[in-house]
Structures are given as C-alpha cells and as structure tokens.
C-alpha cells in the first residue's frame, strides 16, 4: 500500500475502560477512574471530533469511510456508572456502550472478583479457604487474592457460585446496575453483550459457550433493543477465544466481537478480533493526546 493510501484509509480507535468512581485510589487493580478525570476524557474525545457509537463508527469502517473514528465502551457495567458517568455522558451528549455480564444485572450479586478482593485483609478467612479448596497461598494476602482470582476466571459459573458459598461476604459490594438501571440508562448509551457469567470462553465446552453467548445476547436485546451485535470477550486477550466461539457469535447474529488486545482498528481488520485501548487511572488524558494527536 502506498503511502498516499495509507493517510486515506479509515481507522477506528476503540478506547474502554471499567468502573468510574470518586473511590479509584482504594483499587489497587487500578481499573477504576474518578469521575473528574472521566469527565476530561470525554471532552478531550469530543474536541478531537468523530466520537461515534460503536455500531455506527464500525459501519463507516466496514464501509471504507476513510476518517477516523473513536469509540468509548465501559466493561462490566458497574453500578458506579448510574451516578457517576452517565450524567456526564448525558450533559455532554457523549456516546458510549456498557457492556454488562447478564446474570450479574439479573441477580444483584457482588462480582465474584470483588468477592475476593474483600479478602485482601482477611488472612485467616484466605488460610481456612486455601485448606478447604486446596488452593495454595502466596507470599501476601494480596498476591494470593491476585492468583486466585487469575484462576477463578476460567471456571465456570457453577463452580464459582459453589466456591463462594464458602464465603461469608456482605452483599453490598460492587456489582452491576440492576434490570431498572440498565433499561434506564440515557439515550447516548447503547448496552453490549458481555456473555452471562463473565467466564472466559475458551475455558467452556462447545455447548456451553453457545448456550453463554445466545442467552446473554438475548437479555441484552430485550434490554435494549438497539444493542449493537459486537461482543466484549471477557478477560479479552489472545488465547481466552477460539474459532468455534466466533462460530457461536456468528449464529447468535453477532457482526463483530472486541478483544482487549491494544492497537486501531483498519477496514481490513479482523471483525471477530478488533482492538481495544484500555484507559489507565491518572494516565487517560495523556494516552488520548499521544494516540489521537
């Protein structure tokens, strides 16, 4: 391709982050932003121009349109987002797409990774749990949390709820926006699909990977009935999807799937493999400068 080419083709830059709250020095996996600092995101997308919906910004991708678009996506559909990040995104009239795990919107459980977050501190409740499941402990309370958490995301839904029942944890810990919520959400947000129990595909046989995707896809449709038909891979990086899972996707009537493998997306990107930039805490504003100008 010619360098005269290469200026005009089209790109799209997904960016994403996951929870928006005024706590973000408290989460010591740095996956949360403070509301001042997501309200700067925005503005700073909004003054480059071409912040699009997801499904409008991938069209005119598809369709060789040769600008350039961005996209804003939030993972998980934390409960933050009600109070903290759909009021600015609806003052500024800002698109963006949530994309929630269904069975947590349905049932108002705690995200079973916040679930084990809570034993940060909590080093004789990690010793009896580590004797009862045979799970070994780390040199910290932390750095045991972190691995179990690394495993705990390739089991299934069924085997974590069973596990959890071990643990005595309070009920008010961070979960996602309720059925009400979701359905509320303002205008400028669409709600993606994020499979049901936010268990990593790869991880699940054949049959429970479509009976994930198709249920999950469902709820969000009767949710929001102009969801775009592009899933967020939990965890999202190379190895946590295979072929048979895009094959899944492609019968439930998904046109694309986003990965959180970072890079910009070109017309002749792989749909079922498109990129993602995941926003750091504190560092946002500066990677939007560096990638967009």
């Known amino acids: 391709m010619s360098q005269s080419n290469e200026r005009e083709a089209g790109r799209c ?4 982050l996951h929870r928006i709250s005024p706590n973000a020095e408290t ?3 740095g996956l949360t932003i403070d509301p001042a600092e997501f309200e700067q995101v925005i503005q700073s997308l909004l003054d480059f121009g071409n912040l699009l919906p997801l499904s409008e910004a991938l069209e005119r991708l598809w369709q060789g349109d040769a600008s350039t678009s961005t996209v804003l996506t939030i993972d998980d559909g934390y409960r933050d987002l009600v109070e903290y990040a759909f009021p600015n995104l609806m003052r500024h009239q800002a698109p ?22 809570w034993l940060d501190d909590k080093p004789e409740m990690l010793q009896r749990l580590s004797t ?6 780390s040199s910290s309370p932390e750095a045991t949390v972190d691995a179990w958490c690394g495993h705990m995301k390739y089991l299934s839904l069924e085997k974590r709820e069973e596990l959890l029942e071990d643990i005595d944890y309070p009920f008010d810990l961070p979960g996602a926006m309720s059925i009400a ?5 303002p205008d400028v947000c669409s709600i993606g699909c994020h499979g049901h129990s936010h268990t990593v595909l790869s991880s699940l046989s054949d049959n ?3 009976a994930e995707l198709e249920y999950s ?8 009935r102009s969801a775009p038909k592009v899933f967020a891979y939990p965890n999202g990086e190379k190895g946590d999807y295979r072929d048979t899972d895009i094959n899944h996707l492609q019968t439930v009537g998904m046109c694309g799937a986003l990965t959180t493998t970072p890079g910009v997306n070109l017309s002749d990107t792989d749909s079922f493999q498109l990129r993602r930039i995941g926003l750091e805490p504190g560092k946002a504003l ?8």
């Open 27 to 29: 989460d010591r996996w």
């Open 132 to 137: 009862r499941w045979h799970w070994p402990l």
């Open 217 to 224: 896809f469902l709820q969000v449709c009767q949710w929001d």
């Open 181 to 185: 919520e979701t359905t509320g959400k």
């Open 13 to 16: 830059i997904i960016f994403f």
């Open 96 to 117: 963006a797409t949530v994309f929630v795990p269904s069975y947590y919107v349905e049932t108002g459980q705690p995200f079973w990774w916040e679930v084990l977050r």
């Open 208 to 210: 429970q990977s479509m």
């Open 286 to 293: 500066a990677q939007i400068e560096t990638i967009l100008r």
